[in-house]
């Protein structure tokens, strides 16, 4: 019930698409969706969040759409350049719990073709 | 950078070594993670230490032992691993242990096993 579920494995997509990765979850007790972004020989840097009584939250380029009925939400990159190339993780947090634990998917690797 | 530092970069150890990887936060937070990151898996949480105090240890074998002495510097020693021990090692900080989800990671030590 822990588990958070993260698709595709790898993206390619040309600059100027619009990559979508999504994530899926069981607990319903997680109340805050964050996404991590990880280049090459870093670590990873906390790139937007949501809380579920939301349905869409957009920062720059950066979209997450939730789906609390379904259980899933997703990140949009709008106009994408080569720039975003890196690995996305997905993550999940029942912060009402105290909990200190963020559950993370197993992360997507998105390339942006020139 | 994100204000968390991990010493060494690159780390190459025999399973007989005893090394330690060393982490220093410069951003006055209050709670220290040690987690595991390994090819197409999940980030593995580790440690956690709230005010210098360990409230968390993930059923991480004992070959692994962390130390906590200030709220500011986190170390990982280890001794007699194993190859499947190989992997990156990112520290992480975030303000107190209720704020979890706001977690700032350091670059990583990329640990190998020989």
């Known amino acids: 019930q822990q588990q958070v579920k993260q698709s595709p494995q790898s993206l390619i997509v040309q600059k100027g698409g619009i990559p979508i990765i999504n994530c899926a979850y069981e607990n319903t007790a997680f109340d805050y969706f964050p996404w991590y972004q990880q280049f090459p020989g870093k670590g990873p840097a906390l790139l937007i969040a949501i809380r579920p009584d939301v349905s869409e939250k957009k920062e720059g380029r950066f979209t997450i759409s939730f789906n609390k009925s379904a259980k899933q939400f997703s990140l949009h990159i709008m106009d994408s350049q080569p720039g975003d190339s890196a690995t996305y993780f997905c993550?999940?947090?029942?912060?009402?719990?105290?909990?200190?634990?963020?559950?993370f998917g197993k992360g997507t690797k998105l390339s942006v073709i020139p | 950078e994100t204000g968390v530092t991990q010493t060494p970069r690159h780390l190459v150890m025999g399973m007989t070594n005893k090394k330690s990887l060393k982490c220093e936060q410069h951003l006055g937070h209050n709670a220290m993670y040690w987690y595991k990151q390994s090819a197409k898996k999940p980030l593995e949480l580790m440690f956690v230490y709230s005010l210098e105090e360990r409230v968390e240890n993930n059923s991480v074998p004992s070959r692994f032992s962390p130390e906590c002495p200030n709220s500011s510097h986190l170390f990982l020693h280890l001794h007699t691993l194993q190859p499947e021990d190989s992997a990156l090692y990112l520290c992480?900080?975030?303000?107190?242990?209720?704020?979890?989800?706001?977690?700032?990671f350091g670059p990583g030590t990329r640990l190998t096993v020989t």
């Open positions: 993550a999940a947090s029942n912060t009402g719990a105290g909990s200190y634990q963020l559950t």
């Open positions: 992480a900080s975030s303000p107190h242990r209720d704020h979890s989800y706001e977690q700032y």
